[in-house]
């Protein structure tokens, strides 16, 4: 593991750290900042984040992987310059693309999730080009449209995904656990919970499942803190009616037999450390914990984030659903003609105090950059101290 600023990391750094040569890689995926596109922002095409997409493109080409997926909001595909200036220089670097490349919905691959995103595809020649992944699931959003991404052919015949209830109704109501105001876990026995639950808890196997068995204490209920809201803020939410959106905060209550929303991530510190809106938990009077925007991402329970909120809620908001991500990357596998294996060893978590580290602390052993700087000037122009 490398953790650097792309913009500022060299490929022969990686394959050094790596102990490879160009060539020797099979797959990198790539999910360059997104803010500068997305529709929820300004979308400028002057965006200084936008020229992430350049330097995904210069690891490629000195990487010189076997293939690659470039993944991001369906925004970039309006900023069409930048796409296709990325299209022409991964050409002129040997590689082939999938065209069209298409838009895929976290919701129809097992997700409770609406969560729409451009995946493009790159291949050097010789390669068998990658397909899409077909659709497992049938979404309950509405606004889905027609064609792969929507209600095509054969649509009918897909089963439901799991509805927020089904992802997060084993998980208690935190504002009955008093621990929970200070702090983010807590010893808990879980009720038996959906199919979709138990296998995020652990309890059910997955046989798509490849990653390492994870050893962790089942017993303890995890990144669940809860969020002290004020009794006429409870109120209101109460008010508010499922699938609908509270007037005053502007946020989303959550419909226990629907899906969630796009889980968002919030701004950095250099862009006013904005939180993300959080949804309304569907049957208790408060905003989802961090735990249950997990479950809502299709992470499993094992899996830790950061104990501050601001910080687990911004690494679930930028990341792709597991169970999506597993969809695409198991097509990355059948073009590299591989077949995924188990390891046989279970791991277990460890280095848990990273959990609670500190921003200021985080970059230490990184080679400064102006990203870093930035965020550093940042934080001294809110907090004087």
């Excluded at 490629?60 to 296709?84: A, Q, W, Y």
């Amino acid at each position: 593991m490398i953790c650097a600023d792309a913009r500022a990391v060299s490929a022969e750094h990686i394959l050094r750290s790596a102990n490879l040569r160009a060539g020797d890689i099979d797959v990198v995926f790539g999910g360059p900042p997104c803010q500068g596109f997305s529709i929820i922002g300004k979308r400028s095409p002057s965006d200084p984040r936008n020229q992430g997409l350049f330097h995904f493109h210069r690891i490629i080409h000195e990487l010189k992987p076997r293939l690659f997926v470039l993944e991001n909001v369906p925004g970039l595909t309006s900023l069409g310059t930048h796409l296709r200036r990325f299209i022409a220089k991964c050409r002129v670097s040997g590689y082939d693309i999938v065209d069209p490349f298409e838009v895929l919905d976290a919701a129809q691959y097992g997700v409770p999730q609406e969560r729409r995103r451009v995946f493009l595809y790159g291949f050097l020649d010789g390669l068998a080009p990658p397909k899409y992944p077909t659709p497992t699931h049938r979404s309950r959003s509405r606004s889905i449209r027609n064609g792969k991404n929507g209600r095509g052919p054969g649509h009918e015949a897909l089963p439901f995904g799991p509805t927020v209830s089904e992802a997060i109704g084993d998980l208690p109501d935190v504002n009955k656990i008093a621990a929970l105001r200070h702090s983010e876990s807590v010893p808990w026995q879980l009720e038996s919970g959906s199919e979709y639950a138990r296998r995020l808890h652990g309890d059910i196997a997955d046989p798509f499942d490849f990653s390492y068995q994870r050893i962790f204490d089942k017993t303890l209920l995890t990144c669940s803190q809860r969020i002290e809201h004020s009794p006429e803020c409870r109120a209101r939410f109460r008010k508010t009616r499922p699938g609908s959106t509270e007037p005053l905060s502007r946020l989303v209550k959550l419909s226990a037999d629907g899906v969630s929303h796009t889980l968002r991530a919030g701004t950095l510190p250099d862009k006013g450390s904005f939180m993300a809106p959080r949804p309304i938990h569907p049957t208790s009077s408060r905003c989802i914990t961090v735990r249950e925007a997990a479950r809502l991402h299709s992470y499993p329970d094992w899996f830790r984030f950061h104990v501050t909120k601001w910080h687990g809620f911004r690494q679930i908001g930028n990341s792709v659903p597991p169970l999506l991500a597993r969809a695409v990357a198991a097509t990355v596998m059948k073009a590299l003609g591989a077949t995924p294996t188990k390891p046989d060893h279970p791991v277990e978590l460890r280095n848990q105090w990273k959990l609670s580290i500190a921003f200021s602390k985080s970059s230490v052993g990184i080679a400064p950059t102006r990203r870093y700087a930035g965020l550093r000037k940042a934080k001294r122009k809110h907090d004087p101290k």
